[in-house]
């Protein structure tokens, strides 16, 4: 018989409450296999078995509460002999002394029970490839649904977004914030003195975020009995999955199939980009001392955000990008506002400009070449960072195999708006299909794909996709762009209203940036609207709501918006349409 004792829990938490049970009395377990969560402050903690056997007795139900040490179940089976005592999970299952002798077998296996993986099957309506946004949200919508669903990641639940992206980023941005508003605290009749970074405990609140979020998500999965399985899967069929882990080869057999793998950071084969001072944004969230000099090379989303993080923290930025333009898909107004904002911060630019090589200086610093408009020119600096985007992940999957058709540029799986690939009862959601990169795109992907399995006929709309830049201040937008509805031949007309006439925004010492929204004429429904400051992230959801439900300029002049606040940057720019703001007279 074996005690399950409660070793360790998450962070540094002595005790927590048991959640969801995924095993009864009686039932035959596997090494591994998760018995019950554990809900604690610092996170959440799954308690499982470290040995093949029957649960025998379990000492505790949902709701009580457990402590490092305590002993909450019996196992009748035997633990295996390994060579690393140390148990990697957050429970450990310890033998008892009277059976301790008898699990030491002079015939025993030593190095073929530490070679040989366990192989089994699982049976399921649903396998889903990739815990990210899209994978994770598909998982719980489907099971929630009724289906069998089994979730296949080979990293940390999550993904890109919670792990490395999103979350993380924000998380530096926020503290960047903080920081400037310190610098500039004066002007709000604050005195301080002495304030500084300290990088460490700036990395080690973002990570304490992280941990807790993909924790949530561990929770959740388990809450709604959603197996987890850890490795990298390989799709054999359309309805058949091979998972290889560290500890076995799980085959799933399975009626639908979801990949969910997302993107990873996109390669480029540029001389030095392999050194010593150059990094990737996944290395940059991990940053703990600050260097005195940065070269972003590319201004999309991703480089303009960290642009206005390292600046904040006091670091000497330039950008490197290779269109005319930073943001280039957005409207030249916007573009051109955010760029005004960020040069009186002290951040440069060099547009229309090719990086060709990155060498170190003999003073142990980088030299950054690059061509602008036909002339090789150079800057030198402490760090480089290459934000030159991200590409699908489809490594590993083995589509050739089974025929998965890929989009014309060979970039990610070909998916229609139902998001189904060519192959029977698969789909594909969220960054791998490389339609819109985003986040929340891969998980109302989820929700289709998963509603087309149950039958219904659903489909993704993508005209009225937010997309946010988390600046200082922060830009979002949503529909169509001015350039897009002209090149498409439609009659339009531009409201506009800045957030310097805004009651609230100037409360805030945040006057910068503009409200913009675009009018079909023919129909009085706004297509796009753009938003440069304050809130933009939060305000451009009303913007999104009508675009999506083809709200028009009256409706939206007829609404009472309340005072003060920077919403009423929207129904000003509105009314801005025709007639003119009320309280900005351009």
Do not use: W
Not at 271 to 296: C, H, Q, R, W
Not at 319 to 336: A, F, G, H, R, W
């Amino acid at each position: 018989m074996v005690d399950l004792k409660i070793e360790k829990l998450a962070g540094h938490s002595k005790k927590g409450k048991v959640g969801k049970i995924s095993a009864k009395i009686g039932d035959e377990l596997k090494e591994g296999q998760v018995i019950f969560q554990v809900e604690c402050d610092k996170g959440n903690a799954q308690v499982k078995s470290n040995c093949d056997g029957i649960l025998k007795d379990l000492k505790v139900k949902e709701g009580d509460t457990v402590n490092i040490g305590d002993i909450v179940a019996h196992i009748d089976g035997v633990i295996k002999e390994k060579e690393d005592k140390k148990v990697s999970s957050v429970s450990e299952m310890e033998q008892s002394k009277s059976q301790g002798n008898k699990a030491k077998s002079s015939s025993f296996d030593y190095f073929g029970g530490m070679l040989k993986p366990i192989k089994r099957e699982v049976e399921c309506d649903l396998a889903v490839i990739g815990a990210g946004p899209g994978g994770y949200v598909a998982a719980i919508y489907a099971a929630k649904q009724g289906l069998k669903t089994v979730i296949i990641e080979k990293e940390e639940v999550g993904g890109t977004c919670l792990n490395v992206g999103c979350i993380p980023t924000k998380a530096l941005v926020r503290s960047s914030e903080v920081f400037d508003n310190i610098k500039h605290s004066e002007e709000f009749g604050i005195k301080t003195a002495d304030a500084f970074v300290d990088m460490e405990k700036v990395i080690e609140r973002k990570n304490g975020i992280v941990k807790k979020l993909t924790g949530g998500v561990d929770y959740l999965l388990q809450k709604n009995s959603i197996e987890k399985i850890s490795g990298t899967g390989e799709i054999l069929d359309k309805n058949k999955v091979f998972v290889k882990g560290k500890r076995e080869e799980v085959t799933i057999n399975t009626k639908n199939i979801i990949i969910a793998t997302g993107s990873k950071i996109a390669s480029i084969n540029i001389d030095g980009f392999n050194g010593n001072k150059v990094i990737n944004s996944t290395e940059a969230l991990d940053m703990k001392e600050l260097p005195k000099s940065m070269v972003i090379i590319g201004g999309g989303v991703i480089g303009m955000e960290f642009a206005f993080i390292y600046s904040n923290l006091g670091v000497d930025i330039s950008v490197i990008e290779y269109m005319p333009k930073v943001l280039c898909t957005m409207d030249e107004d916007v573009s051109d506002e955010i760029v005004s904002i960020a040069k009186e911060k002290g951040i440069k630019f060099f547009t229309s400009s090719k990086v060709t090589s990155v060498k170190e200086s003999e003073d142990d610093r980088a030299i950054v070449y690059f061509d602008m408009n036909g002339k090789e020119k150079l800057i030198t600096c402490d760090k480089v960072l290459v934000a030159i985007g991200r590409e699908p992940n489809i490594d590993g999957l083995g589509i050739e195999k089974i025929g998965i058709e890929l989009n014309e540029n060979k970039k990610g799986i070909k998916a229609d708006d139902k998001l189904k690939t060519n192959i029977e009862n698969i789909y594909a959601i969220g960054d791998v299909n490389n339609k819109i990169g985003l986040a929340h795109v891969a998980s109302h992907g989820a929700i289709v794909a998963v509603d087309n399995i149950l039958g219904k006929n659903s489909e993704m709309d993508y005209s009225a996709v937010p997309s946010v830049v988390y600046t200082t201040p922060e830009v979002a937008t949503v529909g169509m762009t001015e350039k897009m509805a002209v090149s498409s031949g439609i009659q339009i007309k531009i409201g506009k209203f800045p957030f310097m006439a805004n009651g609230k925004a100037l409360t805030h010492g945040e006057e910068k940036g503009f409200v913009k929204v675009i009018k079909d004429n023919n129909t009085n429904k706004l297509i796009g609207a753009s938003i440069v400051g304050p809130n933009a992230s939060d305000l451009i959801g009303v913007l999104t709501l009508a675009i999506k439900n083809n709200i028009t300029e009256e409706q939206i002049k007829e609404t009472i918006v309340a005072h003060p606040t920077t919403g009423e940057a929207i129904h000003e720019a509105v009314l801005s349409l025709e007639g003119g703001a009320i309280h900005f007279d351009s």
